[in-house]
């Protein structure tokens, strides 16, 4: 739905609202004008005047048949400059009147035309049970829940919350969230937060609805009352008058639940006693005799016209009895489950605000981030992130080792011819009229303050004046010539040829990360730190990024694609024990098997290890040397100081991190530079 179907659908909304009220507040129309107030008068034209602004910002598909009477009715009230006369106000009245079913129905269609793009607001106002309102209410619950969120809509302007139960109930918890000045303030700079706020109180809507009638206690002794309803009136009070077993069962103990299962539900508080007195006035005892001759005592009735009115009467009773305490039931349920929610709706957000500080550089959808502030991240799952995520804080090192990482990123620097655009200025000298001390000869003109002095003595002699007006007109007349030198400059645009510096995106990054048993302890917090960096140095830069943990097999990891909820591995990664043997082997080979992927093809690769292993075997030295020499960069972060040098030696660039060394972060830093200062640089 574009942004001006979306708006004319509030406005739809909005044109109902003062219609119904005149209709509302005369539903039999105004027989005669003198009867209501000035206020009531003013109150009309008020209420015609804000349908009319409204159904301006309307799309019809075609304009309806009222259309016409009600912008004739709002053109006279908008000039006129008196009260209105009674004989426009009645016709005004009329118009309304006459057209009112016509109006709401065309308002209602136009409504129903626009679809929300949101799937769960369409769901909700499609979908759900008609307990939660009408289709029109829902949906007009749904925009009255956009606008006021929205701080740019004026409070007196936004569509009216529907009055029903659920509505009500969703518009009470909008408003309490949204009066936490912390929450406000960061909804209105996150329309994807609000946006998701709503949803979520729209699918808790749902769900207190089908609680509500699934555990619903007094759903037999509703039916119980209907049954009532279609049996004779002789036959209520023959149960009620008659032995003590009947009443008890059919009245006295409705069928709504047992007591073993009450807890604090009301039991019905209906003066059965009095209705039974009531019917055994009404009755009467007659003396018959049967088919056998025998006599016997037959129950018959004094009125039928007053067993209705008690029939009536305790039906309603029942019926008023049973909503005052299903009412009572819901309400005690629907408070402990708002509260429930709100205060895993508030979770939720402060989750969120925790996410986006954390998790953005991963996840740019704030959709996203809020389905995982959800149930996705425990406690100690964000506790883990904050903690790494503080250990990255004013680390210059690890910016440094992201920064060389990568195609483009590395020591070596590419360049490329390039035309660019030159501006030439040349200068120029051209003549200018000048003022008369500046003679620079004779002309031929029509300028009489520089003619010469011969030819105006034409204009003096009769027989020659002709010629004068004709040398005049035709700009013949000798004059003299002022002219003067003046230097102009011209600008020109010329093509030359440079050297600059080729730009291109940044590369892909494979990290192989050493899980084996001697990396426990201090070397793996610092495996995990660099990870955890390089991984949301590489989002943020939008470059991709993939993980392969090893020890004596291999987990992969790929931290740009969120099909599979990569946060919530990498959290598990964070979490992880290191243990088993090392083998290295397999990481490599799966790490080269990806450089032929076109998507990982300028990828460089990053094992990070205390290289205590093996050396490796001649294979895979084939395949990195192969990698190699298609300009792919094998680093190498060796924590510690005893590993395997016939291993290391197979990488381009080889740092080394001291764990026992207090100053290891800014050792890493310096041998980073020490690469750039010696690698080449190749011009293209």
Not at 294 to 302: I, N
Not at 414 to 443: C, F, M, T
Request: overall charge negative.
């Amino acid at each position: 739905m574009g942004k001006r179907e979306k708006q004319s659908r509030k406005y739809c909304h909005k044109a109902l609202t003062p219609i119904r009220a005149i209709i509302e507040k005369y539903p039999d129309g105004i027989k005669d004008i003198h009867s209501i107030s000035e206020e009531a008068r003013a109150l009309i034209q008020i209420k015609v005047q804000q349908f009319r602004e409204c159904i301006k910002h309307v799309q019809f598909p075609n304009k309806p048949v009222w259309w016409e009477a009600m912008r004739i009715s709002r053109n006279k009230i908008a000039h006129q400059e008196e009260d209105l006369s009674d004989s426009v106000l009645t016709s005004i009245l009329s118009t309304v009147s006459s057209n009112l079913s016509k109006i709401e129905y065309d308002l209602l269609a136009n409504i129903k035309r626009y679809r929300q793009d949101s799937k769960k607001k369409r769901r909700f106002e499609n979908l759900t049970s008609s307990a939660l309102g009408s289709e029109s209410e829902k949906k007009q619950f749904v925009d009255a829940m956009e606008e006021y969120t929205n701080p740019n809509i004026p409070e007196d302007v936004r569509i009216e919350f529907p009055k029903n139960k659920y509505t009500e109930l969703g518009a009470s918890i909008l408003k309490e969230i949204s009066s936490q000045n912390n929450i406000l303030e960061y909804e209105r700079k996150h329309t994807g937060l609000s946006e998701n706020i709503q949803t979520d109180i729209l699918e808790w809507l749902e769900k207190v609805n089908k609680y509500l009638v699934k555990e619903d206690p007094f759903r037999e002794e509703a039916i119980f009352i209907e049954q009532q309803k279609l049996r004779d009136s002789e036959d209520i009070a023959s149960d009620l008058i008659k032995d003590s077993s009947k009443i008890e069962y059919h009245y006295k103990r409705l069928p709504s639940v047992s007591d073993s299962k009450r807890g604090d539900i009301e039991a019905s508080t209906v003066n059965f006693d009095f209705y039974h007195n009531q019917f055994i006035k009404e009755s009467k005892i007659v003396k018959a005799k049967n088919e056998k001759g025998d006599e016997v005592e037959l129950l018959k009735w004094k009125s039928a016209d007053k067993l209705e009115i008690l029939k009536r009467n305790i039906i309603l009773d029942l019926e008023q009895n049973l909503v005052d305490r299903k009412s009572k039931w819901e309400l005690a349920h629907i408070d402990s489950m708002r509260k429930e929610f709100l205060e895993k709706l508030y979770s939720k957000i402060n989750k969120f605000m925790k996410l986006e500080s954390l998790l953005m550089p991963f996840i740019k959808n704030l959709g996203r981030l809020w389905d995982l502030s959800e149930g996705t991240f425990e406690t100690s799952g964000f506790e883990i992130l904050d903690t790494f995520a503080k250990l990255l804080e004013n680390d210059e090192s690890l910016k440094e080792l992201a920064d060389l990482l990568g195609k483009q990123t590395r020591a070596q620097i590419s360049y490329e011819k390039e035309l660019r655009d030159k501006v030439v200025i040349k200068s120029s000298w051209q003549p200018k009229h000048a003022y008369k001390g500046e003679i620079n000869g004779l002309r031929f003109s029509n300028d009489i303050s520089s003619v010469l002095p011969s030819e105006l003595s034409l204009m003096n002699n009769p027989a020659a004046n002709k010629l004068f007006q004709l040398k005049f007109a035709q700009k013949q007349l000798l004059s003299y010539d002022y002219q003067r030198m003046e230097e102009e400059q011209e600008e020109s645009k010329e093509k030359e040829e440079t050297t600059v510096e080729k730009k291109e995106p940044k590369g892909p990054i494979i990290i192989c990360v050493d899980t084996s048993g001697s990396m426990h302890g201090t070397p793996e917090n610092i495996e995990k730190t660099i990870t955890f960096a390089l991984s949301k140095i590489a989002i943020e830069e939008e470059r991709k990024c993939f993980l392969i943990s090893f020890s004596t097999s291999i987990e992969t990891l790929d931290l740009t694609d969120f099909s599979a909820n990569p946060i919530g591995k990498l959290v598990q990664f964070l979490r992880m024990s290191f243990h088993g043997g090392t083998d290295a082997g397999p990481a490599l080979k799966h790490a080269v098997k990806m450089l032929s992927e076109n998507e990982w093809k300028n990828a460089d690769v990053l094992m990070i290890s205390d290289f205590v292993m093996q050396t490796l075997d001649d294979d895979i030295k084939t395949q990195i040397e192969s990698a190699q020499k298609d300009n792919t960069n094998f680093h190498s972060l060796v924590i510690g100081s005893s590993g395997n040098n016939a291993a290391i030696n197979c990488f381009n660039h080889n740092w080394v991190y001291d764990v026992n060394n207090p100053q290891a972060n800014r050792h890493l830093v310096e041998q980073i530079h020490e690469i750039k200062m010696h690698d080449s640089v190749t011009i293209v």
